[in-house]
């Protein structure tokens, strides 16, 4: 070699949170050039395909496949899809700092102009558009539980992009525990726990404050008119105008406690897709938690002798949204975003060099 | 960086190891040698993990337009205090310098003018050789362009050019160390960090690393090399700094150790007539049992002039003399030295 390429590097001072989309893109590519030549990938891929295929055929044969099941088929399987991209989706994102540091190939990135926002977003991306890929191999399946009838093109669109969302905040999170924790078990471990408590442990936690929101109060009551110690049982009871008391009930103030509800990523997806109707799980979760965010009604109906049950405008239960409820969705996509920029913020700091403090068990290369 | 030229740097190699010394003559220039704005300075280095101090107030210079060796024994430090000039770990206290900026304030701008290639092999395992080094190059923001012919040339220079399209999984260790170093000198710095390069090569890769190395050293670059293989480094090095326990050890006890007494290996058709040459003048044999053969005679001698003295008379007198020559490298020489001292 006699002559050389002459090579122009940027002197530009470059900060923790320098970004640019030529940065992130070569972090983004390396990684997914990486994930796709392996064939773990596409293993991992079809396997998803096979899975949510035979769920969704069981949900089908078990449901029928008519106009009247179409609402209840579309929610299964989008339940379905939801639940197994929340369960792929740690496992792409939650080693991908800490496996690099582990591979020795994590320094020398550190050591290149990139800037550690750049690696750390570079990183999510991949992870995300790898889950998107999971996503997409759903989709012939949600179209399919479309065909019956019972759910607009919005909802299938909202549904999609809501899940999409939700598996951007599971990858920002595996990206924080990963550049946090030394083990890539760990990690995982930590990205599981996570979503486990945003599915499950916000219901629990719901579940067990509600006898602590719940209080004995003086409320008013619809109550059915006395009918007088003269009345003849064995006629119907008359029609009549309920009357309104005062009188000490159990009442659960869940207007307190609802967003508990809605960091739940099911909720967010269930209370942002618009339609929906009859037994979709997704609206049934919809109506469950504005009724707990709208909290007790008052007057309380307990009128059920001098109702007619034939109108159907006046039902049982509330069942219809609660009016000038205001969207859960806003709040937990606020939650859970947050969360993601957490992790996101977590990462950012923890590739930022030099280090001063070594956690325990980790290194540097 | 490739503009900036360094400081004319003295070009004829010294025979004997020369140790860069921390302090030459600061009332004069204190950056005589360009060290300071083309290479690494180190004052008062020191790094703890935990309870353990890794590095323990190190100095050093790595001046430019020079090979410099960092040798010490294992756990003596190197790697924490190549780190360190990385800018990968921050010292808890002392200085660094590398090619002019602060490697913990001015992070972006010392990381452009360093290649830093680590101990520990990483590995893309799907990517090619040439995918890596472009990954590199986008990395370091080079223009597509000047990235895809710089990383084709990087690889005819270690000779990796037939493998350019293999996945890196496919290399033997030594051709992923070549690539590792391609991988470091992508963008051109002007400061190289290696951390045991050589491990792993084959003889004819550690020829090409010597020659490549003395040439980027002779285009201005400050070039530290750490290693164990000593009498490798006799070649390719200009100068060393010698750590131990965490410490540099004092330059000068190194220099004149090196300078006054150095063990020569003399070699006769008859053993015995030549260690009875030397009883007669009064010259001591070192006996030392780990020698490599018991034919073998070892002398101290305070100077290459006394070691010709020595021959010259042995010739006269008639002493069937097959060869003279330093028993080993003079690295290794000071360095077994040191840790004489230490027990």
């Known amino acids: 070699m006699t002559t050389q390429t002459p090579v122009a590097v940027p002197r530009a001072v470059r900060g923790a949170w320098a970004l640019s989309w030529q940065g992130v893109r070569t972090v983004m590519r390396l990684e997914l050039r990486q994930r796709v030549r392996s064939s773990r990938w596409q293993l991992m891929l079809g396997l998803f395909f096979l899975t949510i295929g035979i769920l969704s055929g069981l949900v089908m044969a078990v449901s029928g496949f008519d106009q009247g099941s179409g609402s209840f088929l579309y929610g299964a399987v989008a339940w379905l899809v939801l639940t197994l991209g929340l369960l792929v989706a740690p496992a792409l994102t939650s080693t991908s700092v800490n496996g690099d540091r582990a591979a020795g190939t994590l320094a020398p990135l550190q050591m290149t102009l990139l800037s550690p926002a750049e690696i750390a977003i570079g990183k999510l991306l991949a992870g995300w558009i790898t889950s998107l890929a999971f996503l997409g191999t759903a989709i012939p399946f949600l179209l399919l539980a479309m065909i019956p009838g019972g759910t607009g093109v919005g909802r299938f669109l909202v549904t999609t992009l809501m899940m999409a969302l939700m598996l951007l905040t599971v990858c920002a999170i595996a990206l924080g525990w990963s550049a946090l924790t030394a083990r890539s078990v760990s990690s995982a471990v930590m990205t599981y726990l996570t979503t486990a408590f945003l599915c499950i442990g916000t219901l629990i936690l719901f579940g067990v404050s509600y006898p602590l929101v719940t209080q004995d109060e003086q409320v008013r009551v619809l109550v059915d008119p006395p009918l007088g110690p003269d009345f003849d049982y064995s006629t119907p009871i008359p029609e009549s105008e309920c009357m309104e008391s005062t009188s000490t009930r159990s009442v659960a103030h869940t207007e307190a406690t609802w967003w508990l509800l809605a960091a739940n990523p099911y909720v967010v997806v269930a209370d942002a897709a618009p339609g929906g109707e009859g037994e979709d799980v997704f609206a049934l979760i919809k109506s469950g938690v504005r009724s707990a965010q709208a909290g007790p009604d008052e007057p309380l109906n307990e009128c059920y002798a001098s109702r007619d049950f034939s109108d159907a405008s006046n039902p049982l239960t509330g069942g219809e949204l609660e009016e000038g409820a205001i969207p859960v969705w806003p709040f937990g996509l606020v939650i859970n975003l947050g969360l993601g920029a957490l992790g996101v913020g977590v990462a950012v700091s923890r590739l930022s060099t030099p280090v001063r403090r070594l956690p325990r068990g980790t290194r540097i290369a | ?343």
């Not at chain 2, 000039?85 to 701008?109: E, I, K």
């Not at chain 2, 170093?181 to 051109?188: E, K, M, N």
């Not at chain 2, 050589?198 to 190395?213: H, K, N």
Request: aromatic share 2%; charged share 25%; proline share 7%.
């Open chain 2, 1 to 343: 960086m490739t503009s900036s030229n360094p400081p004319d740097v003295p070009k004829e190699r010294p025979v004997d190891v020369t140790v860069a010394t921390l302090s030459p003559d600061l009332d004069q220039d204190p950056d005589v040698d360009g060290a300071a704005r083309y290479g690494v300075v180190g004052q008062g280095v020191r790094r703890t993990f935990d309870l353990v101090v890794a590095v323990d107030r190190m100095d050093l210079r790595v001046p430019p337009g020079r090979v410099t060796a960092l040798v010490g024994p294992n756990g003596s430090g190197k790697t924490t205090l190549m780190l360190m000039m990385a800018g990968l770990l921050a010292p808890d206290s002392g200085h660094l310098t590398v090619a002019g900026a602060n490697p913990v304030t001015q992070s972006s701008a010392a990381r452009s003018a360093i290649g830093w290639m680590p101990d520990v092999l990483g590995q893309w395992e799907t990517l090619t050789c040439r995918e890596v080094l472009t990954t590199f190059a986008d990395a370091y923001r080079i223009p597509a362009e000047q990235g895809r012919a710089r990383a084709a040339e990087l690889l005819g220079e270690v000779h990796l050019s037939e493998l350019a399209d293999a996945p890196a999984r496919v290399l033997s260790r030594g051709q992923k160390q070549r690539l590792g170093l391609a991988r470091a000198l992508v963008h051109d710095p002007q400061v190289l960090l290696l951390d045991e390069p050589a491990s792993g090569l084959d003889p004819r890769s550690r020829v090409d690393l010597r020659i490549l190395l003395r040439r980027l050293a002779g285009q201005g670059k400050a070039v530290l090399v750490s290693s164990h293989v000593l009498s490798e480094l006799d070649d390719l090095a200009d100068g060393a700094v010698f750590v131990s326990r965490g410490r540099t050890v004092d330059a000068r006890t190194i220099e004149a150790m090196t300078r006054s007494m150095r063990r020569w290996q003399l070699v006769a058709l008859d053993p015995e007539q030549l260690r009875t040459w030397l009883r007669e003048h009064g010259v001591a044999e070192v006996v030392d049992p780990t020698a490599a053969r018991p034919e073998h005679v070892l002398v101290e001698l305070p100077s290459s002039q006394a070691a010709a003295a020595l021959l010259r008379d042995l010739v006269r007198d008639g002493v069937p003399m097959v060869s003279q020559a330093p028993a080993a490298g003079a690295l290794e020489q000071v360095y077994l030295g040191l840790e004489s001292d230490r027990r």
